[in-house]
């Protein structure tokens, strides 16, 4: 074998580029107002994602790789503070299709230090509320779901239903009847527990990715 060594070479490094799209949605004859996001300077946002229209991101929000937050029909969106929006997941809405929270119309609404996880879709018009987990593949779409739930992988939470306080949608579910929403068992402490521990990973990523 040959051992040569070229004291003139030097390999060649990688560097990053985060590409991603953020835009005002296009102006159409059911939405002739165009609004550029709002996003906190505190927000991470990964590779390949796009933010689009009327959508507000609070402080120390994480958005993955690949993510698609489209408010061109239905809009606004609202991300609360700390959330985690992770790789693959996509946000979109009807139009005039909203929810009320604190008087204010919504498309979609994302209160805190939820965690919406890889490749989730997120139709609207839907409400999450604070510390509530979305697992992955998971589907949310014209429903609320309240504060401290958790909807695991796969599932479907849909027709209009309202998921209680603290209640657990276990795998591949399909929540379509209020019936169905009402017989749901409490979240466990051990799913509390995991919920949490999401949260605070990604909020480190997002802090250290920068």
């Known amino acids: 074998m040959y051992n040569i060594k070229d004291e003139k070479y030097e390999p060649i490094r990688l560097r990053n580029v985060y590409a991603y799209f953020v835009s005002e949605n296009p102006s159409t004859v059911f939405n002739t107002t165009s609004v550029f996001p709002k996003i906190d300077e505190s927000v991470f946002i990964g590779p390949f994602s796009s933010v689009i229209g009327d959508v ?8 993955g790789c690949s993510v698609v937050l489209r408010a061109d029909e239905g809009s606004p969106f609202y991300i609360g503070s700390g959330s ?6 996509i946000f979109h809405g009807l139009k005039n299709n909203k929810f009320y929270v604190n008087d204010n119309e919504y498309s979609i609404y994302v209160g805190r230090k939820v965690s919406i996880a890889h ?27 309240e504060d401290n739930c958790y909807i695991d992988t796969g599932a479907i939470v849909t027709s209009g239903v309202r998921i209680s306080e603290g209640k657990y949608v276990p795998v591949g579910a399909i ?16 799913q509390v527990d995991f ?13 250290n990715y920068k």
């Open 56 to 63: 507000s991101i609070e402080k120390d929000v994480f958005v």
């Open 84 to 89: 985690n929006i992770q790789d693959g997941v």
């Open 119 to 145: 490749g989730a879709l997120i139709h609207g018009p839907v409400i999450i509320g604070n510390h509530t987990f979305v697992g992955f593949r998971a589907v949310v779409s014209n429903a609320i779901v």
């Open 175 to 190: 929540v379509d009847t209020q019936k169905k929403a009402d017989n749901l068992l409490s979240v466990s402490s051990e």
């Open 195 to 207: 919920s949490g521990k999401v949260v605070d990973v990604n909020m480190e990523f997002g802090k």
